[in-house]
């Protein structure tokens, strides 16, 4: 086998309209001859189709090898005789090439087609689950919550996500790391791939190929893991961006020491049926033999979970923006929204959610002109991201100052409120209230009274007894108050803080 003359490493989505940047698709194109790697960021599934299939045209003009590599599970595990053909990949494949709509704007059925096959096998709970919270009950056949696999009698995870432990299984279609609606729209695509008129030029690894055995076509197409790659972002690059341009150039390095046939080799245990389960049913990863020949991959461990911070911060947001009703909400405020369904995990805290028209312009502005931060108890403080801050920013919390005991008594109040009367620096600061009520209706007693006004007050106490009222109080105040309040006993010091973090990330 000749080596490749050029790779195409493609990061999939599985996104529901046009959209690029972050948890888009990307693909990097490699020309290994001329170090010539250059990236792309299509907005949809039939734009990133197009360019293949160009490729593919271009490859077999010149005479050319290509090796195109997609981020998505291209099998199910073996043990799944309910799914056509008993799960064997050609029956799989051209299923869903029939059964997937997946239009050119990148509406699709994902959900539909994923109820459909659950009730193939007569369980409304599985093996596919997972879809967006507010369309609970809109799919039938599929639920919410991961299944009882032992109960179903089917396996989670097909062997190689077995192995790489930080994996996702196949029959996940919604939430962080929801591969199974990137498989569902993937398989389609290169199904409608393989039997059009380019058909005769490709071959689906392993399956076609037996792994190494036969790399005879000139454009081989296999299932990536950019996991299993170390990734270096330049400054300023997208993750998804860095990962298929440094998987593109691992894999120039193959090609150069004529080694790249070693990525496509897979496992070595005949003993136990894995090469022969991969090839009918389940499908590998390029690069992974009993162990990784190239990169990193998680060890085998009894728990199953993403390590990366990066990773689990992107994965994060993109699920609240995934599953949130965010567009009603001004532009400005979607961040507050992000962040704070992010600090509690509830997405419908939106819902509650009530703020003045210029609470985040004024919370910015209070921050650029370095005026002080007052929270009302030492958790809100700690959650408070310094390096988000501008320099002269001060955080301050008075709840355990000494004078605090005997101010309380003085006052007939709790010492959350008593801490209030400390605040020397209220004109143009920031409030920041997430646990006392008491301490909210301290500092609009105060405000009532005289005292300097704050330039944003983020209200958002939680509890049985007060929270609330006072939170009512903050947004019905007549002192003309910028606010921030979700409503309901539902609060805390960790969303209290994270509007803070909001509000500060956009200074960057």
């Not at 050319?64 to 029956?91: I, M, V």
């Not at 003309?480 to 803070?500: C, D, K, P, Q, Y």
Request: aromatic fraction near 8%; charge should be negative; proline fraction near 5%.
């Amino acid at each position: 086998m000749s080596e490749f003359h050029r790779f195409l490493v493609v990061d999939w989505s599985a996104n529901n309209t046009p959209k690029t940047g972050s948890d888009s698709i990307w693909i990097a194109d490699a020309d290994c001859q001329n170090r010539d790697i250059k990236v792309f960021n299509p907005a949809t599934r039939s734009a990133a189709m197009e360019y293949l299939e160009a490729a593919v045209q271009q490859t077999v003009d010149l005479g050319q090898r290509l090796f195109a590599g997609f981020d998505f599970a291209f099998g199910y595990p073996a043990d799944s005789a309910f799914l056509p053909g008993k799960g064997a990949w050609r029956d799989m494949w051209k299923f869903l090439h029939e059964q997937i709509e997946d239009h050119d704007d990148n509406l699709n059925n994902r959900f539909e087609i994923g109820g459909k096959l659950n009730r193939l096998l007569g369980s409304e709970e599985g093996p596919f689950w997972g879809h967006p919270h507010q369309h609970e009950g809109k799919y039938e056949g599929l639920g919410a919550k991961k299944p009882d696999y032992k109960k179903l009698g089917i396996s989670e995870k097909r062997q190689i996500d077995d192995l790489v432990t930080t994996a996702q299984p196949v029959w996940k279609l919604a939430y962080t790391g929801s591969v199974g609606s990137q498989a569902l729209l993937g398989i389609a695509r290169l199904q409608k791939l393989r039997t059009g008129p380019f058909g005769k030029h490709i071959a689906i690894w392993p399956f076609e190929t037996r792994f190494a055995e036969d790399l005879s076509k000139p454009v081989i197409v296999g299932e990536l893991y950019p996991s299993l790659f170390e990734v270096s972002p330049e400054k300023g690059e997208i993750k998804d961006a860095a990962q298929v341009r440094t998987v593109a150039e691992q894999f120039c390095e193959f090609v150069a020491n004529n080694r790249f046939a070693e990525l496509l080799d897979g496992p070595r245990n005949q003993l136990d049926g894995v090469r022969d389960a991969a090839v009918s049913h389940e499908a590998w990863m390029v690069g992974f033999a009993d162990k990784p020949v190239i990169g990193k991959a998680s060890g085998k461990t009894e728990y199953d979970y993403v390590r990366d911070p990066e990773e689990i911060y992107r994965q994060s947001f993109a699920t609240v923006e995934g599953e949130a009703s965010l567009d009603a909400l001004p532009k400005e405020m979607r961040p507050v929204a992000t962040r704070l369904i992010h600090s509690c995990g509830m997405i419908d805290i939106v819902d509650d959610l009530e703020f003045s028209n210029d609470a985040v312009r004024s919370g910015i502005a209070a921050l650029n002109a370095g005026k002080p931060i007052y929270c009302d108890v030492e958790m809100v403080k700690a959650g408070i991201i310094g390096k988000f801050l501008p320099d002269d920013v001060k955080v301050t919390c008075t709840l355990n100052d000494k004078q605090v005991p005997e101010h309380a008594r003085n006052i007939g109040n709790t010492r959350s409120a008593a801490a209030v009367d400390l605040w020397d620096e209220l004109e143009g600061s920031i409030v920041v209230i997430g646990n006392a009520p008491t301490a909210l209706f301290r500092l609009l007693e105060k405000i009532q009274e005289g005292a300097p006004k704050p330039e944003l007050v983020i209200g958002i106490p939680v509890g049985f007894v007060g929270a609330v009222e006072s939170k009512q109080a903050l947004a019905e105040n007549r002192f003309g108050l910028e606010f921030i309040t979700v409503h309901g006993r539902r609060g805390g010091s960790a969303m209290a803080s994270s509007v803070v973090n909001a509000l500060a990330g956009g200074l960057r």
